[in-house]
């Protein structure tokens, strides 16, 4: 599974950008999909997730209500939809990909596959 992400860019604070992961392999309605970000100087933090049916959602307390988590199996794609963002969401952004995506894991190690991040900076 390879994946790319997109859709990072500078926004201001209050405002919304939406992240897009496009992944290549034949099993990606089998996969569960997360969003993980890092800020300079900081661990690798889980943002989202959600099973490979998109039946379930899992996301962090500080983005709950701000931030949706979307899948679309017959583009392979996952999305991840930021609104009203803070200067503390400002990270390089990560989408990643587990086999056997039947639930959420909000730790990185469970996640096999990964892309190549794209940054976002919320300015204040």
């Known amino acids: 599974v390879q994946l790319q992400a997109s859709g990072g860019g500078t926004v201001e604070a209050g405002g919304s950008l939406k992240l897009s992961c496009t992944a290549s392999?034949?099993?990606?309605?089998?996969?569960?999909m997360a969003w993980f970000r890092q800020a300079p100087g900081l661990e690798r933090e889980f943002v989202a997730g959600i099973t490979w049916t998109g039946g379930s959602t899992d996301y962090r307390d500080s983005v709950k209500g701000r931030f949706t988590i979307a899948r679309d199996n017959s583009k392979s794609m996952v999305f991840l939809q930021m609104n009203s963002l803070k200067p503390e969401d400002t990270a390089v952004y990560y989408c990643?990909?587990?086999?056997?995506?039947?639930?959420?894991?909000?730790?990185?190690?469970?996640?096999?596959?990964w892309g190549q991040g794209t940054l976002v900076t919320v300015s204040s």
């Open positions: 392999g034949p099993t990606f309605s089998r996969i569960g």
């Open positions: 990643a990909a587990r086999l056997g995506g039947s639930m959420v894991y909000g730790t990185a190690r469970y996640y096999a596959y």
